[in-house]
């Protein structure tokens, strides 16, 4: 089995999905085994209604320094940290290969700045696309090589609350095919686009993306 442990700070929404998808047979071979969080959060209490391993820690760079051992004892294979905090050097390089993080913006733009920040500024500057970038973990923020992208168009009028549950989804399919590729070892390359909430979303590369991505139900579940 391939282990994944998450790192959060929010409601767990990214969390909810890889675990959804687990659940229902998508990733054969992967299981989550623990969320690690900066404070007590939404995420942690999914987490711990799964029955996985769940704590908060100091996210500091002596508690980071505390935290690798904690994180090496559980073996993953795979880290994704959506915590909106800096991971330090002596952190990323204790797991340097295994972290993946999801940012909401085509890197290299709008780096630096979390959660909907990114989508605020496309639109703001009038960017024609915003999306999701699945990157690597580097000591640079943000800076480390994409794994997977999704473009999402913007429309005249725009803002964070009409565009942002359509990036949300293109991130979790993003995160989907990059967490995929690591626990199979696929190696997908083809664009593939789909209709998002009435946005035609391109996401490259991509695997197949059928059921249950399509339906409704799925995704009102991940909202807890």
């Known amino acids: 089995m ?7 700070s929010g409601n767990g929404g990214n969390l909810r999905f890889l675990q959804s998808t687990i659940e229902l047979g998508l990733l054969p071979g992967a ?3 623990a969320a690690v969080a900066d404070r007590d959060c939404g995420a942690l209490e999914y987490a711990r209604a799964q029955g996985l ?4 820690a100091d996210f500091s760079e002596a508690g980071q320094a505390g935290l690798v051992d904690a994180i090496a004892a559980l073996q993953p294979d795979v880290i994704v940290t959506n915590i909106h905090k800096i991971l330090f050097p002596v952190f990323v390089r204790a797991f340097e290969g295994r972290l993946i993080n999801l940012h909401y913006a085509l890197l290299p733009a709008f780096p630096g700045v979390i959660g909907t920040k990114p989508v605020e500024q496309a639109i703001a500057y009038g960017a024609k ?4 970038t699945v990157h690597h973990v580097s000591e640079e923020l943000d800076l480390g090589r994409p794994i997977v992208q999704a473009a999402v168009p913007l429309r005249t009028g725009d803002s964070v609350s009409t565009v942002m549950d359509t990036v949300f989804r293109a991130g979790c399919l993003s995160l989907y095919v990059a967490v995929k590729a690591r626990v199979t070892g696929e190696q997908p390359q083809d664009v593939v686009t789909l209709e998002v909430q009435g946005r035609t979303v391109a996401i490259h590369p991509a695997c197949a993306l059928g059921a249950p991505f399509g339906d409704e139900a799925f995704w009102d579940r991940l909202k807890g």
């Open 31 to 33: 299981r989550v085994v």
């Open 129 to 132: 696309w915003t999306g999701a």
């Open 2 to 8: 391939k282990n994944i442990v998450f790192l959060c």
């Open 53 to 56: 391993q769940a704590w908060s």
